[in-house]
């Protein structure tokens, strides 16, 4: 199995903050990676996937970067619709897709 | 636009059988472009993936659940579904259908159904 691996679990932050989520895989997934949000009550959404490549309608303060095993997810200027939790997923093989644990994103 | 829904009992008694239904809108199921797929989430915790099923029938099954989960496809109804036995309070989750995509670049979900809360009890 790969494991994904996200770091903080918890970040505070204020609007207009630039925010860094961490994710590690233990084995290299290449730039086979995506990213969610959640906000309570409502069912993921996709951010950015290959690691990269930013999904249509998503807001351009969102960036991922990285390959191999480590990858980071970036907002630029923290936004109030920003708060909510984000997780990393590996497909580096379709036979198991494996998520990270989560980042809650909470106002300082 | 693409939508999922999910639907089947929200409370199943422990030991029995959990299933539930994905019935997609706006586009059709037998795309070779797509697989279909099963991700849960029990209260408060994070996303497991359970597996996921192609037009054609085939299907892949996360490691821990595979014993007992069976995932199939209804392309006259445009629907797909989780069956998951032997059920215990460790499967009450809130179930999401997802659409992944294929292909090289594939594997991952960019549309999702609502989720529905079954909680395992008796």
């Known amino acids: 199995d790969i494991q994904m691996t996200q770091s903080p679990s918890t970040l505070s932050a204020s609007v207009g903050d630039r925010v860094t989520i961490t994710c590690r895989a233990n084995?290299?997934?290449?730039?086979?990676l995506a990213w969610y949000q959640q906000k309570p009550g409502e069912a993921p959404k996709l951010l950015i996937y290959?690691?990269?490549s930013l999904e249509s309608g998503v807001p351009s303060r969102f960036s991922g970067s990285g390959s191999g095993t480590e990858f980071t997810l970036t907002i630029s200027c923290l936004q109030p619709d920003d708060f909510a939790t984000y997780y990393c997923?590996?497909?580096?093989?379709?036979?198991?897709?494996?998520f990270g644990g989560g980042t809650k994103v909470e106002i300082k | 636009q693409l939508q999922l829904q999910e639907s089947g009992p929200g409370l199943v008694k422990p030991s029995e059988t959990l299933s539930l239904t994905c019935t997609v809108s706006?586009?059709?199921?037998?795309?070779?472009?797509?697989?279909w797929g099963w991700i849960r989430q029990p209260p408060g915790k994070g996303l497991e993936w359970i597996g996921n099923?192609?037009?054609?029938?085939?299907?892949y099954y996360t490691p821990s659940l595979k014993s007992r989960v069976t995932i199939s496809v209804d392309t006259s109804k445009n629907q797909f579904s989780l069956k998951l036995t032997s059920v215990t309070a460790a499967d009450t989750a809130i179930y999401y259908c997802?659409?992944?995509?294929?292909?090289?670049?594939?594997?991952?979900?960019?549309?999702w159904g609502p989720g529905t809360l079954v909680t395992v009890s008796s």
């Open positions: 997923q590996q497909y580096n093989t379709f036979q198991g897709l494996t």
């Open positions: 706006g586009g059709s199921i037998s795309s070779n472009s797509y697989y």
């Open positions: 084995q290299s997934i290449s730039s086979w």
């Open positions: 997802a659409r992944e995509l294929t292909g090289d670049d594939g594997g991952y979900f960019n549309y």
């Open positions: 290959k690691a990269s």
């Open positions: 099923i192609y037009y054609s029938g085939s299907t």
